[in-house]
């Protein structure tokens, strides 16, 4: 008899959890930050297309390495470039908010497929979350809110018309993928002597792998600031998925994110895995949230009277 009230009572969480409506302010931030760092990256490799990704060069697809072949097809030169030049129109329309229901699963279909085919260069850590996460948003309307296609709406109707709701489920993934990505990261460093001795933190700041970073390499001589980073990191990597919902603990968990992503940029040189972090951090914040944030600018930063 008792029982009634309190499965009705999980139930309610669940659902406002999950399938509550809001104006996906969020994601549409997270559309256009992370549509910005991936077409800089991709930029970068255009010129270089028809060696890595057709049959003019060599392409190395994730699934020959575990024994099944070629599953996907590989195309062409021609034809290989025009695909991946359609993936930076995609990525440039994705971040403007421009013909959205077309280019955000188009930018997410081409970045899947040349990733996977281009496992030893264009596949990395950044880019399993960054598909993962186009693909959730996918099942939104993130590109009806700031972006051309909604300035579009207003030319084609004036009257003023109420922003679109979204069911907020794919944000709440978005949240729960960044946050077990952290835990699985925190697990692996667990098992690892030399992360906990400064060993590992102090040969990437001392590499120039990635960029150059002369402030990782000045801190590598402080042994103690690599044993404290891996301890404070590997707690905030445990702890994040569990406290970094709501509230102060949301506001420790991604100030602390913020400060290491920034770290790892400047410290390690990486470039682009810490944005794509960065941009995901848009979705831990709500529609009320978001309209807090609009209502101190506006209070800050009157408009001019039309």
């Known amino acids: 008899m008792h029982d009634a009230p309190q499965a009705s009572t999980f139930r309610d969480k669940y659902n406002r959890f999950f399938h509550a409506e809001e104006v996906p302010y969020g994601l549409a931030l997270l559309r256009i930050g992370l549509a910005?760092?991936?077409?800089?990256?991709?930029?970068?490799?255009?010129?270089?297309?028809?060696?890595?990704?057709?049959?003019?060069?060599?392409?190395?697809q994730l699934t020959f390495g575990y024994g099944y072949g070629e599953l996907l097809p590989v195309f062409p030169g021609a034809v290989a470039v025009g695909l991946f030049t359609l993936l930076l129109v995609c990525l440039a329309g994705m971040a403007a908010g421009w013909c959205s229901r077309f280019t955000l699963p188009a930018s997410f279909a081409l970045y899947a497929y040349f990733t996977l085919i281009d496992s030893v260069g264009t596949l990395a850590k950044y880019s399993c979350v960054a598909t993962h996460i186009m693909l959730m948003m996918c099942f939104t309307r993130c590109g009806a809110v700031l972006s051309v296609d909604a300035w579009l709406a207003r030319r084609r109707n004036p009257i003023a018309a109420p922003p679109p709701v979204d069911p907020v489920w794919p944000r709440r993934l978005i949240q729960l993928l960044i946050g077990i990505v952290y835990l699985s990261a925190a697990m692996t460093k667990i098992n690892s002597k030399a992360f906990f001795s400064g060993e590992r933190m102090t040969s990437w700041m001392l590499s120039n792998v990635f960029e150059e970073h002369s402030l990782g390499e000045h801190l590598a001589m402080y042994p103690a600031f690599a044993v404290f980073s891996a301890y404070a990191t590997t707690i905030w990597e445990i702890v994040f998925v569990f406290t970094a919902w709501r509230g102060g603990m949301r506001t420790i968990m991604l100030s602390f994110g913020v400060a290491f992503h920034l770290a790892t940029y400047f410290l390690l040189g990486l470039t682009t895995f810490p944005f794509v972090f960065l941009c995901a951090y848009f979705a831990f914040f709500s529609?009320?949230?978001?309209?807090?944030?609009?209502?101190?600018?506006?209070?800050?930063?009157?408009?001019?009277?039309?």
């Open 287 to 306: 529609q009320a949230d978001y309209e807090r944030c609009g209502a101190r600018l506006t209070r800050w930063w009157p408009r001019r009277a039309v």
């Open 36 to 60: 910005l760092v991936l077409l800089k990256t991709l930029l970068q490799r255009w010129p270089h297309a028809r060696e890595l990704y057709s049959t003019d060069g060599v392409t190395t």
